[in-house]
C-alpha cells in the first residue's frame, strides 16, 4: 500500500526502534514577514494557510512556492500520542529545519536550536503523555541578513552563478518515538579490520545499577554477542570478535552490512530498551600520497553532488531520486561523491552504504563571505563548530563515507595576524580528528589551507584545455602541486607538505544543446552558466571529458578527483544529466573515460 505521507521512511537507519510516527505531512502554516510573530500571538491561534512538510515553502511540492525573502515562518499541528506509548517518554524529532529553530509543545518552550543542516530533539517528558493530544508549533528564522552557513542558498533575489533557490524552515523528516526511562541514545561503531572486530559504544540515558547492555551482529556465517555491565561506565562500550569466516570487509565491489541489534536489560533480565542498526568493517589508511581503503589504493573517482531537485530543492521529493542519483552516477563511471554544501538526508548515506558508493561529509559553511575588510572577510561563526559536531554525531556510523570535509574555498589571503577564520578552521579540524579518529580529514576544500597537519591537500581547477590543465598539474611529483592562490599571486594556503592530493572541483563543462544552438559564445550567469568556454558540440564535450580526466587518472601521485557536476541546478548547465536528470550524454563514453585507471 502506498503511503499518502511524504518521505514515510524512518529517518534514522542505524537506531530504529519499533515504537515512532511519521509527523510529514499537511500543518498549519504562515509567514511571519517581520519576524513579528511571538507578539502577535502565532505562537497561541491558528495559522492562516496550509503546508505539506518536510518540503520548504519555497518548494513547488510544499504547495506554497514563496521565492521572496521570509524572515520567519511559523508551523503548526495538533498531533495524538498513542495510547500504546503508555509508560514510555516521547521524544521529538526535526531532521534539519533551517534556520534558528524555536519548538513550542500545548505552549511550553520545548528546544531551541541553531543551524539548517543539522538534526536537533526535544524530550516532552512532563510536557505531554501518551494518549494526549500535543499541539506542537515551530518558528524558524531565517534572516538574509545574519552571518551564517547557507550553502549554496543565495542572499539575493534571483539565482546566478551556483548560488540557489532559499530553503526556509522545515525541510526534513519530523518524527516522534518512544522511549524508555533508561534508554540508548545513540550508537558508535567503530570498525577494526586489523583484528576483525567492531567496537559498539551506548551512550544511555541512565546508569541504573544491575542494567546490562548486550549487541548482536548478524549476516555473516555466524550470530556474534557480547555484552558489558551498563551501571559502572558512563558510555558502555562492547567489542564484537568476527571469525574470519565470517569476515566480510565492505567495499565498493561488496558492500556488506552487517544486522546490528543492541539490547538493554534490568536486573531481572527483561528487556529495557532494544534498537535495530546495521554495521561494517572498513578500514582507511594513508601511505604518503596513497589513500587505502582496506590496505587497497582505490582510485576515487568522484562527482560533485549538490542535492538539489527542481520541484522540492534540498529536500529530495521521494526515496527513489536518492537511489536515483546514486545509480545515476555510478552508470556515468563515478565510485563516490562528494556531497557538496550541503548535509545530505541520512537516507542518502544508508542507500550509499548498501550500494557501496563512497562519500566525502562536508558542511555548508558558505554564507560568511565578503563580510569584513581584506584579510579578515571570512567571517565563520561558533555554531559553525557546533553544527559541524552534530553532522559528525550522526553520520559517523556511516561506512560509505571515507573522509570529511568541513569547509570549502574559504579564500581569504594569509598575512601576519591570525583571524577568526583560523580559529574555526583549526576547531573544526581539530573536532574532527576528535570525533572521527579513523577518516581522513581535508581542512578546507580547495582554499584557504589553515592547517599545516591536514590529513589531504587538494585544489579547485576550471583549467578547459587540456594541454594546459596537464601543465598545470604535473608539479605534484616533485611535491609543487598546484596551490589556488589569489590571482596577483598572494597565499591563500600554507605550503603543500607531501600528503595524498586530489583536484577536488574540476571540468564544470558548459553545454546544453539547445542553448548551444542559439549563441556559440557569450553568457547570461542568470539564466546559463558553466566554467570556460561552452563547447560547441556534443563531439567537444567528449573530447574536452576525455582529455581533463586523462590528465588525472594518467597521474600516478593523484589519488582521485571530483568531477563538477552530477546534474545541471538551475542556471547551471555543467551537469552530465539535466536538472530533472534526463541524460545529456552517452553514458558509455562517460563511464569508458574514466575507467582507463582501473574498472572499480
Given at each position: 500500500m502506498t503511503s499518502t505521507i511524504p518521505k514515510p521512511e524512518h529517518p534514522r537507519p542505524q537506531l530504529v526502534r519499533d515504537k515512532w510516527m511519521n509527523l510529514n505531512g499537511t500543518w498549519g502554516f504562515e509567514i511571519d514577514a517581520g519576524d513579528s510573530g511571538l507578539e502577535r500571538g502565532l505562537a497561541t491561534r491558528e495559522l492562516n494557510n496550509r503546508i505539506l512538510v518536510p518540503f520548504a515553502p519555497e518548494s513547488v511540492l510544499s504547495g506554497i512556492g514563496n521565492v521572496d525573502f521570509m524572515e520567519a515562518v511559523w508551523y503548526r499541528r495538533m498531533v495524538t500520542i498513542p495510547q500504546e506509548w503508555s509508560g514510555h517518554s516521547v521524544l521529538l524529532h526535526f531532521g534539519a529545519v533551517d534556520h534558528d529553530a524555536t519548538v513550542w509543545v500545548n505552549g511550553v518552550?520545548?528546544?531551541?536550536?541553531?543551524?539548517?543542516?543539522?538534526?536537533?530533539?526535544?524530550?516532552?517528558?512532563?510536557?505531554?503523555?501518551?494518549?494526549?493530544?500535543?499541539?506542537?508549533?515551530?518558528?524558524?528564522?531565517?534572516?538574509?541578513?545574519?552571518?551564517?552557513?547557507?550553502?549554496?542558498?543565495?542572499?539575493?533575489?534571483?539565482?546566478?552563478?551556483?548560488?540557489?533557490?532559499?530553503?526556509?524552515?522545515?525541510?526534513?523528516?519530523?518524527?516522534?518515538?518512544?522511549?524508555?526511562?533508561?534508554?540508548?541514545?545513540?550508537?558508535?561503531?567503530?570498525?577494526?579490520?586489523?583484528?576483525?572486530?567492531?567496537?559498539?559504544?551506548?551512550?544511555?540515558?541512565?546508569?541504573?545499577?544491575?542494567?546490562?547492555?548486550?549487541?548482536?551482529?548478524?549476516?555473516?556465517?555466524?550470530?556474534?554477542?557480547?555484552?558489558?555491565?551498563?551501571?559502572?561506565?558512563?558510555?558502555?562500550?562492547?567489542?564484537l570478535s568476527i571469525p574470519a569466516d565470517s569476515l566480510r570487509p565492505w567495499s565498493i565491489q561488496d558492500p556488506f552490512l552487517y544486522g546490528l541489534e543492541v539490547t538493554v536489560r534490568d536486573g531481572s533480565g527483561e528487556v529495557v530498551d532494544r534498537v535495530g542498526s546495521y554495521a561494517a568493517v572498513r578500514s582507511i589508511a594513508l601511505d604518503g600520497k596513497v589513500v587505502r581503503i582496506n590496505g587497497e589504493a582505490v582510485f576515487q573517482r568522484l562527482v560533485l553532488d549538490q542535492g538539489y531537485w527542481p520541484e522540492s530543492l534540498m529536500t529530495s521529493p521521494d526515496e527513489g531520486a536518492l537511489v536515483k542519483d546514486i545509480e545515476l552516477s555510478m552508470a556515468a563511471g563515478f565510485n563516490g561523491a562528494r556531497l557538496h554544501q550541503k548535509v545530505f538526508e541520512e537516507r542518502f548515506l544508508y542507500h550509499a552504504d548498501r550500494l557501496g558508493y563512497l562519500v566525502w561529509g562536508e558542511f555548508g559553511d558558505w554564507g560568511v563571505s565578503g563580510s569584513g575588510t581584506v584579510g579578515h572577510n571570512q567571517q565563520p561563526t561558533a555554531s559553525f563548530v557546533a553544527q559541524w559536531l552534530e553532522v559528525l554525531q550522526r553520520d559517523v556510523n556511516h561506512p560509505s563515507i571515507i573522509g570529511w570535509c568541513p569547509l570549502n574555498e574559504t579564500h581569504q589571503i594569509l598575512h601576519d595576524r591570525l583571524t577568526v577564520l583560523d580559529d574555526v578552521t583549526q576547531a573544526m579540524f581539530l573536532a574532527t580528528k576528535l570525533a572521527d579518529p579513523t577518516r581522513p580529514v581535508i581542512d578546507a576544500s580547495g582554499y584557504a589551507h589553515r592547517i599545516r597537519g591536514t590529513d589531504i591537500y587538494d585544489s579547485?581547477?576550471?583549467?578547459?584545455?587540456?594541454?594546459?590543465?596537464?601543465?598545470?598539474?604535473?608539479?605534484?611529483?616533485?611535491?609543487?602541486?598546484?596551490?589556488?592562490?589569489?590571482?596577483?599571486?598572494?597565499?591563500?594556503?600554507?605550503?603543500?607538505?607531501?600528503?595524498p592530493y586530489f583536484v577536488s572541483e574540476f571540468g564544470g563543462i558548459w553545454w546544453n544543446e539547445e542553448e548551444a544552438r542559439q549563441a556559440a559564445e557569450g553568457s547570461d550567469v542568470s539564466t546559463s552558466w558553466g566554467y570556460g568556454q561552452r563547447v560547441s558540440s556534443e563531439e567537444e564535450f567528449y573530447a574536452r571529458f576525455d582529455g581533463l580526466c586523462g590528465v588525472l587518472l594518467e597521474n600516478p601521485d593523484m589519488f582521485g578527483y571530483c568531477y563538477t557536476q552530477l546534474t545541471d541546478v538551475f542556471q547551471e548547465k555543467n551537469g552530465i544529466f539535466t536538472f530533472d536528470r534526463t541524460s545529456k550524454f552517452d553514458l558509455a563514453r562517460i563511464r569508458a573515460s574514466q575507467l582507463r585507471r582501473d574498472g572499480r
Open positions: 518552550e520545548v528546544a531551541r536550536h541553531r543551524g539548517g543542516f543539522t538534526p536537533f530533539t526535544a524530550d516532552l517528558g512532563g510536557v505531554v503523555e501518551p494518549g494526549a493530544d500535543a499541539v506542537i508549533v515551530v518558528r524558524a528564522r531565517d534572516s538574509r541578513h545574519e552571518l551564517q552557513a547557507r550553502g549554496k542558498q543565495a542572499t539575493w533575489y534571483n539565482n546566478t552563478h551556483c548560488q540557489y533557490t532559499r530553503t526556509t524552515g522545515i525541510w526534513q523528516t519530523v518524527w516522534m518515538e518512544a522511549v524508555p526511562e533508561v534508554y540508548i541514545k545513540r550508537l558508535r561503531m567503530t570498525p577494526h579490520l586489523a583484528d576483525s572486530s567492531i567496537t559498539v559504544e551506548v551512550p544511555l540515558s541512565q546508569n541504573r545499577v544491575g542494567h546490562t547492555v548486550s549487541a548482536v551482529l548478524t549476516g555473516g556465517t555466524e550470530r556474534i554477542e557480547a555484552s558489558a555491565r551498563a551501571d559502572l561506565d558512563l558510555t558502555p562500550s562492547l567489542r579547485h581547477s576550471y583549467e578547459q584545455d587540456p594541454d594546459r590543465f596537464r601543465l598545470e598539474q604535473q608539479g605534484l611529483a616533485e611535491g609543487k602541486p598546484y596551490i589556488n592562490r589569489k590571482a596577483d599571486g598572494e597565499e591563500y594556503s600554507v605550503p603543500y607538505a607531501g600528503q
